[in-house]
């Protein structure tokens, strides 16, 4: 039970997934003893340091500058705006702050460097660093790990097949790469996925293939149900059954043993009760504060009361890996290379994703009339 199998087939997956729940859930919260205290989960704070505008169809999120959606953009924050932030969720018992940014890709600049001074500045607060930016180099990864991240988040989002019908402006195999970029240096992966966007069960094994053959594995994965936003054109897809997202904790403990399992959005429809069984089934991780970027979470004191009835701690940080060592500016190895890379843009056309796009459009017309 304690070996990391990277040869994990989609069939073997879905038989997994598709067990009865009673045995389903008896051998993931084994796997999850085995591995990991069954009383501690870590509670992060993620933070969208730049808001909106962003140039892709991903056709879930509300940040896509081509659909008509209700989300006010921001510039990027300032290093202390995010001190604040920082130590706001500190006290109320969040180990991790992840900061995100509505961009394709990093880019080597000004606004980079000012995401590289936030990364040294939660660093020296003693509390794990996670960012989110897109697309990254190999060098610039190697610059945010000199910084002192901890996690670098980029999802797949789904299986290599399904995730052709919900984006069409970057490919899989970047997503991958990305991936492989962080892994060349001490920053750990963050990689999951969304459930919930219209994937079948054979999608969500795939997805999980995906991970579970990467070596190492990555971290920690976060499980999303799709939070169907209007404008977007996911935003008439039904909402994921407590069940489903059960199912898919389970099958992601079993598969990926020693990683951090993140119940991450979805959990405003959620009842405790619901929240309980995902915990027992292998979650060990969540994220406070009222939002995820930019979609509703549960406050975080209601998230306290959770963990006082269930006998659940926060995790402290730096529980799975040391901290690592911020490397001021002056001194870094590693400087700007202005680099240019050409990540891939399929731009094949996906239907509902056409249609929302021309629905913001014509809003941006009547506007103007």
């Not at 790990?145 to 901890?150: I, M, Q």
């Not at 963990?307 to 995790?315: V, Y």
Request: aromatic share 6%; glycine share 6%; net charge negative.
């Amino acid at each position: 039970m304690s070996n990391i199998r990277h040869n994990w087939t989609k069939e073997e997956i879905i038989a997994i997934y598709n067990k009865p729940m009673m045995e389903l859930l008896y051998e993931a919260a084994t796997v999850h003893r085995v591995h990991h205290d069954p009383n501690t989960v870590q509670v992060s704070t993620l933070l969208s340091i730049k808001t909106g505008g962003c140039p892709e169809d991903c056709g879930y999120c509300p940040q896509a500058a081509r659909y008509h959606t209700d989300i006010e953009g921001n510039d990027l924050m300032s290093v202390s705006q995010v001190k604040a932030q920082a130590l706001r969720a500190k006290s109320s018992g969040s180990s991790r702050v992840c900061m995100g940014a509505a961009w394709r890709n990093v880019k080597d600049g000004p606004e980079f460097d000012q995401v590289l001074e936030m990364v040294r500045t939660i660093n020296k607060l003693d509390m794990e660093v996670c960012c989110t930016l897109g697309m990254v180099t190999e060098n610039q990864a190697q610059r945010l790990a000199e910084a002192g991240l901890y996690a670098y988040n980029h999802n797949l989002d789904s299986s290599e097949e399904y995730y052709k019908e919900v984006i069409s402006t970057r490919g899989y195999e970047d997503r991958l790469e990305t991936i492989d970029n962080v892994r060349k240096t001490n920053v750990t992966v963050c990689s999951g996925g969304i459930i919930g966007m219209g994937e079948s069960v054979e999608d969500r094994a795939g997805m999980l293939v995906a991970l579970a053959t990467l070596n190492p594995q990555p971290e920690s994965v976060p499980i999303n149900a799709l939070v169907a936003v209007d404008g977007t054109p996911l935003e008439n897809e039904k909402p994921v059954e407590i069940w489903e997202m059960i199912r898919m904790v389970a099958t992601t403990r079993i598969v990926m043993p020693e990683t951090q399992v993140r119940l991450s959005a979805g959990r405003t429809s959620m009842s405790r009760e619901g929240q309980a069984m995902c915990f027992f089934a292998g979650a060990n991780s969540i994220f406070a504060g009222d939002k995820l970027l930019t979609t509703p979470n549960p406050d975080v004191n209601e998230d306290m009361k959770m963990f006082k009835m269930l006998g659940l701690n926060p995790q402290k940080p730096f529980t799975k890996k040391v901290q690592p060592q911020t490397v001021e500016a002056e001194d870094s190895q590693y400087q700007a290379l202005g680099e240019k890379p050409k990540w891939s843009r399929p731009d094949h056309k996906i239907e509902r994703n056409e249609e929302a796009k021309e629905k913001k459009k014509a809003a941006v017309l009547e506007k103007k009339q």
